[in-house]
C-alpha cells in the first residue's frame, strides 16, 4: 500500500501559477509504478490531468492542459509535482493525486476507475 499527500493548491488569478505536490509514503514501489493527477469539479466525473510512469518514460497528459501544465517527480523525495501556468478559471477544481500498481499507457492513464489509491485532495481556484 502506499498513503498520498497533496499540498500546494490556493487561490490565484487568471495567468498566474500554482505547483501542486504529492508526497508518497508506504511501499511505492509495488503500488505506485503509474502515478497521476486528477481533477473534479461538483456535479462532474473527475477527469485526468496527467500522469507518469514513474520508473521512467512516458508522461501523458490531457488536451486540455498540454503546454501549460508540466508533470515531474524527485524520487529521492518520494514526490510528485504538477507545475500549473497560465491557469484559466476552468482549471478550478480540487486536484487529487492518484497511484496505481501497473503502468500507465496512453489508452487508460486516466481511467479513474484502474487506480487503487488516492490523495485527499487540494483545492484550486482561478478567478
Known amino acids: 500500500h502506499v498513503q498520498l499527500v497533496e499540498s500546494g493548491g490556493g487561490s490565484v488569478q487568471a495567468g498566474g501559477s500554482l505547483r501542486l505536490s504529492c508526497t508518497t509514503s508506504?511501499?511505492?514501489?509495488?503500488?505506485?509504478?503509474?502515478m497521476g493527477w486528477f481533477r473534479q469539479t461538483p456535479g462532474k466525473q473527475r477527469e485526468g490531468v496527467a500522469a507518469?510512469?514513474?520508473?521512467?518514460?512516458?508522461?501523458y497528459y490531457a488536451d486540455s492542459v498540454k503546454g501549460r501544465f508540466t508533470l515531474s517527480q524527485d524520487r529521492s523525495k518520494k514526490t510528485l509535482y504538477l507545475q500549473m501556468n497560465s491557469l484559466n478559471p476552468e482549471d478550478t477544481a480540487m486536484y487529487y493525486c492518484?497511484?496505481?500498481?501497473?503502468?500507465?499507457?496512453?489508452?487508460?492513464?486516466?481511467?479513474?476507475?484502474?487506480?487503487?489509491?488516492w490523495g485527499q485532495g487540494t483545492q484550486v481556484t482561478v478567478s
Open positions: 508506504g511501499n511505492r514501489r509495488r503500488s505506485s509504478n503509474c
Open positions: 492518484a497511484a496505481r500498481s501497473f503502468g500507465c499507457y496512453s489508452g487508460s492513464w486516466s481511467a479513474m476507475f484502474e487506480y487503487s489509491y
Open positions: 507518469i510512469n514513474t520508473g521512467g518514460g512516458d508522461i
